[in-house]
């Protein structure tokens, strides 16, 4: 009996040492840049032609994703070293405002509000709250701010907005504001659901996710769960798994021979 309880409790030691070790090798293992091997420096094309980015923050570096060529990654920055891209990129917030000037409405998410208000902008009266019909959400479970993704497309009067929760893409027909409320188009289901927390990641990690429309409406990007959607056939296309980590993105198109920022104002 004593030699078997020996036994048992050198492979406890055994177990409890490997174990141990694995938890050292994968905490000092070090993450791959833009979580892909082999990823470059990206240096600014010198071709004179305009050449359009997705760009994805990860770990205090900068991923490139080509988007007219099948979004692929081309390469980093370290964000340390690229203080121009730095300057550009979005602060936090856990309202979402986005305006249509030519309607003349405001578009707003918040927390704690499964849907999206419309403001007037004129009289910053509120006309109307949207819900999503047939989706439903638990205030005691994350994420919250649930509908932390907001992007009027620049090319067709179409608002889409993310359900965290359900991890949905909303798509509505905002062509008839102020007069009517807006009108659901379709549910986009994503690939992966918007749960759990980034990684890499050293501060407010949650996934919540964000909405991105390029500059001339093709692809919509969702942060926190990284698909790129055709808005024509409203498929995915695409799943960037940097951008399955992040929800900090903004397009940069490198054109004359300097950034170009087109969501900036």
């Known amino acids: 009996m004593t030699r078997v309880w020996l036994r048992a409790a050198a492979l406890g030691v055994v177990v409890v040492a490997a174990v141990a070790g694995l ?7 070090k993450v791959p840049r833009c979580l892909a091997s082999g990823v470059q420096t990206w240096r600014p094309p010198s071709d004179g032609k305009t050449h359009r980015y997705e760009v ?15 979004q692929r990654l081309v390469g980093a920055l370290r964000l340390s070293q690229a203080k121009w891209l730095s300057a550009a990129l979005p602060g936090p917030s856990d309202t979402i ?24 902008l004129r009289t ?3 006309l109307y709250v949207t819900h999503f019909k047939g989706f439903t959400w638990n205030p005691r479970f994350g994420p ?3 509908s932390h993704g907001l992007s009027l497309a620049p090319d067709r009067p179409e608002l889409w907005v993310l359900d965290a929760p359900n991890s949905v893409v909303h798509v509505f027909d905002v062509s008839e504001l102020p007069g009517r409320p807006p009108r659901p ?8 659901p918007i749960s759990g927390d980034e990684n890499p990641c050293t501060h ?3 996934r919540i996710g964000s909405l991105l429309h390029g500059k001339d409406g093709r692809f919509v990007y969702v942060g926190d769960a990284g698909d790129v959607i055709d808005t024509h056939t409203r498929e995915i296309v695409a799943n960037l798994e940097a951008l399955h980590n992040s929800r900090v ?9 300097k950034a170009v920022f087109p969501g900036r104002s």
């Open 185 to 192: 188009l379709e549910d986009i289901r994503l690939s992966k």
């Open 56 to 70: 994805v923050i990860l770990d205090r570096s900068a991923c490139l994703f080509d988007m007219d060529h099948q």
């Open 204 to 206: 407010a990690c949650g």
């Open 23 to 29: 938890t050292v090798y994968f905490s000092t293992e």
């Open 249 to 257: 993105q903004l397009e940069v198109d490198w054109a004359g021979g």
């Open 124 to 126: 910053s009266r509120a």
């Open 144 to 146: 919250d701010p649930p």
């Open 97 to 120: 405002r986005v305006e249509d000037v030519g309607q003349k409405v405001a578009f707003v998410t918040q927390r704690g509000l499964l849907g999206v208000r419309v403001f007037d």
